[in-house]
């Protein structure tokens, strides 16, 4: 790699798509076609029954894709700052541009934007992503970030995420991030088996399953909101200031689980209250239900009844003799 001017090339081209990332359209593709295939037996379908099924799916895959998704987002915290900052090392050159900080369960995303895009006779729209997965090297990303010559706003703020800064930013927002997502698999764990108990005739346990996965829910966002127990390291660009807050995937984690606790919640109020109405939304008829149920009317034929007792009569003989 050459130099110019004193410093590294840079690449015009963005080098990973930020929020919308290949993982997380592929999973949001795999539920839309579960989705479509349940809507093609709905015509199948009679009755009012229709619609409660329909309404079970859809919720159902909504939260179970919820839980997927948070996995792959990069905005669990978002942070955004406009000002004027140096673009190059060893340059006195200042462009106006967003700086965003974008973080995830496995990273962060730094972007900038020029403001207009077009400035220096460059094209400023860069988005990097820094991976702190265990058995990921962050330092070596970011050390990787410095060959490559990436601009001063982006590499300051990555730094902030290293080792090499004094927040401590890394250790923190890596095993916070980790064990959300632990938790976050042990909550679709529990809605798998939700989704099989509310296909049994059992639908009051499957609405108790439902209750554990908005707790592990709960327990995710409880895991990543350790980092705010912490002081914040505040990202300055001049005198403007850049500090995350809760993103989207967090308050969407968040109105999931609220989502099943009230699920849940709902179940079991209708099973002890109003059980033919939970019957009816889960199509469930009485011999389903109970373990014993009652055979139709039978009929017996007569003349073989006739023979059965006859036979049933034991045949033996009472002889007296006399002394």
């Not at 839309?32 to 037996?41: M, W």
């Not at 980092?227 to 999931?256: D, E, K, M, N």
């Not at 006859?310 to 045949?315: K, M």
């Amino acid at each position: 790699m050459t130099l110019f001017d004193g410093v590294y090339p840079f690449y015009p081209q963005q080098r990973k798509p930020f929020v919308f990332d290949v993982d997380l359209i592929i999973v949001i593709i795999v539920f839309l076609v579960i989705a479509f295939s349940f809507l093609l037996i709905l015509p199948g379908i009679r009755g009012r029954a229709r619609l409660f099924w329909l309404l079970r799916v859809i919720t159902s895959l909504f939260i179970g894709g919820v839980i997927v998704a948070v996995h792959f987002t990069s905005d669990w915290e978002s942070g955004r700052v406009t000002a004027n900052t140096t673009y190059k090392s060893f340059s006195p050159d200042v462009v106006y541009a967003d700086v965003g900080v974008h973080i995830g369960l496995a990273g962060v995303n730094i972007t900038l934007v020029g403001k207009p895009v077009g400035q220096l006779n460059e094209t400023i729209n860069y988005n990097e992503h820094f991976s702190w997965l265990f058995g990921k090297d962050y330092n070596h990303e970011f050390q990787e970030g410095l060959e490559r010559g990436l601009p001063n706003p982006i590499l300051y703020a990555a730094e902030k995420f290293s080792t090499l800064s004094p927040c401590g930013m890394l250790s923190q927002y890596k095993i916070a991030g980790h064990y959300a997502s632990a938790t976050l698999w042990v909550a679709f764990c529990a809605w798998l088996v939700s989704n099989m108990l509310f296909s049994m005739p059992v639908p009051v346990y499957g609405g108790y399953m439902m209750l554990v996965t908005g707790a592990f829910l709960i327990f995710a966002l409880l895991s990543f909101s350790t980092v705010r127990s912490s002081s914040p390291c505040v990202i300055h660009f001049g005198s403007a200031s850049l500090q995350p807050i809760y993103g989207a995937s967090f308050w969407l984690t968040l109105a999931t689980g609220l989502l099943c606790f009230l699920i849940g919640a709902v179940v079991i109020l209708l099973h002890y209250v109003r059980p033919d109405l939970l019957k009816a939304i889960f199509d469930l008829c009485e011999e389903e239900e109970e373990e014993e149920g009652t055979l139709g009317e039978v009929y017996i034929n007569p003349h073989l009844a006739e023979i059965k007792t006859l036979s049933s009569q034991p045949d033996f003989k009472l002889t007296i003799k006399n002394s």
